[in-house]
């Protein structure tokens, strides 16, 4: 099984972040995915600080070793990224190696997913 994290990044208030964090969450788990969750452990205790802003916004992902649903994962994040115009941009990492995007023109953007696919499981099409 592979871990995704899926941190979303904008200067945005949390209750923001926090929605088109689950918005994201939604159309990721129509995809073949293990499980989507947030990184956030739910409910802070009584006098503790409460999750940091990228705690907020961010996604775990579980899935299978395919290649193809990384890949899907991968292109329904742009997907997404390219509809909400609010979030500046998306980091993806598997292992410490990350994704982001964002601020790149679409063939720039496209040659990194490209890349970053490569280093995890195999050759894009």
């Known amino acids: 099984m ?3 994290t899926v941190q979303l990044v904008s200067p945005g208030a949390d209750e923001d972040l926090e929605r088109r964090a689950l918005q994201l969450r939604d159309e990721l788990l129509a995809l073949a995915v ?12 009584p006098g ?10 961010t996604l775990l992902v579980s899935l299978g070793p395919s290649v193809q649903l990384l890949q899907s ?3 329904s994040i742009t997907a997404w990224l390219g ?4 979030t500046s941009a998306v980091k993806i990492s598997i292992d410490g190696d990350v994704l982001e995007l964002g601020a790149a023109t679409a063939d720039q953007q496209t040659q990194l997913v490209d890349a970053w696919l490569a280093r995890h499981g195999g050759v894009v099409p």
């Open 83 to 86: 509809r909400d115009r609010s």
């Open 73 to 75: 994962v991968v292109q």
């Open 34 to 45: 293990d499980d989507v969750r947030p990184a956030t452990g739910g409910e802070v205790p």
């Open 2 to 4: 592979t871990g995704v």
């Open 48 to 57: 503790s600080r409460g999750p940091s802003v990228a705690e907020i916004g």
